[in-house]
């Protein structure tokens, strides 16, 4: 029995939401869908639904929270296999018994599921010490627009065979197909969490931040604050084993740059991260520039001169050259926004980089557009389409 309800935003009525509880529920989703002609967006528990403009006008949202069932847990081979609407909470919580953990630390993750996580493929700042969410994604079981239940990928970390369809579903943003189960690669959980952080100015901390990234020692993440309440932040993160981790600590404070102004330990470390994760959450416009990392001078320069232009704030991805910045300016300036943010991408495609909108007004995002240009693709993404979803029922698509 497929369960239905009506989704609302506020006192609206959206999209008619079904709840399947097995594959072969989706499954007969999506073909009476095709039989239909009813469009369909995949979702997990609806928290990243409004981000980036993937989601276009549908009739129905698949729901996958009921799917969330830990279908395979081996701790001696560091690798789970769970339903994709298990929420990444729970997914810690049976994590932790084992010290174990899954390290992805993207804006807002904490309130998604595990399929959500793999189908917006984003990473955060720990993707430079444990890799991106694509490399540790072992595998995933599909339902494709057409109907066909795919399993690809598989259990361990070994296993290579044919084309990497993993990575091509990971980051596809449901257009391809409703993923239904996530096999995925999992760590050690640190023993130690330190944080330095250091104050100064602007030139002073991202050039602190790139000699922190060009280290040798092993640094987990290095992040950039600026324009919030506690002014211009560089926060290093330290995770490992105790004896490790104090050792890095030591030669840190001893030789690189000046005395961090406080270091953070243990749970007080791990709890200011997770409130990283929360940096954009309230905002009406996040907007994420993006370039190689020893461009970071430059990117962060732009983002400052975009943050003071709409009075807000900034941060960065040291290690992955991201820089994100986040205002709510008021809808009577949507022509000075409009501007600021074409000036920024052109800039920022004129050196080599990108400009992307991870929130915004539907009338500023109508006239910037989510993303930039990047040139044609050869029609490869229509073909791809075309292969898993031709009747294009799915209405989500990678902006």
Known sequence: MIDAGVARAGDAEGPAVVYPASVEEAAEVIRAANRTGTRLIPAGLGSWLGAGGWTG???????????????HYEP?????????????????DVLRPNGQWLPVDAPGVGAGTVGGMVACGVSGALQGRY???????????VVTGAGRVL???????????????????????????????????LFPRPEADVTLCYGGG??????????MCTSPLPIAAVEVEAGGENGETVMVRLLGSVGEVEEVLS????????????????????????????WEEGSALVVRLAALPDRLADTF????????????????????????VKASPDAGRDGDVVRELSRAREEMEAAGGTMTLSQARGEVAARVGWTGGRGSDGGLGTRIKELFDPASILAARCP
């Open 131 to 141: 890799g991106a969410v694509r490399d540790n994604v072992l595998g995933v079981d």
């Open 202 to 211: 602007t030139t002073e901390i991202v050039a602190l931040a790139r000699t």
């Open 251 to 278: 030669r840190l404070v001893d030789s690189v740059g000046p005395k961090p102004r406080a270091i953070v330990r243990g749970d007080e470390s791990a709890a200011l991260h997770r409130d990283r994760g929360a």
């Open 57 to 71: 006008p549908a009739d129905v949202i698949v729901s996958c929270e009921r799917l969330n069932a830990v279908q």
């Open 151 to 185: 399993r690809i990928g598989g259990r361990v970390v070994k296993n290579v065979a044919g084309y990497d369809l993993v990575r091509l579903f990971t980051g596809s943003r449901g257009s391809l197909g409703i993923i239904t189960s996530v096999s995925v690669r």
């Open 301 to 324: 320069g732009r983002g400052a001169a975009l943050a003071g232009a709409l009075g807000g704030e900034i941060a960065a991805d040291a290690m992955s050259g991201v820089v994100r």
């Open 76 to 92: 001696a081979d560091l690798t789970m296999t769970a339903g994709a609407g298990l929420g990444m909470a729970e997914l810690d």
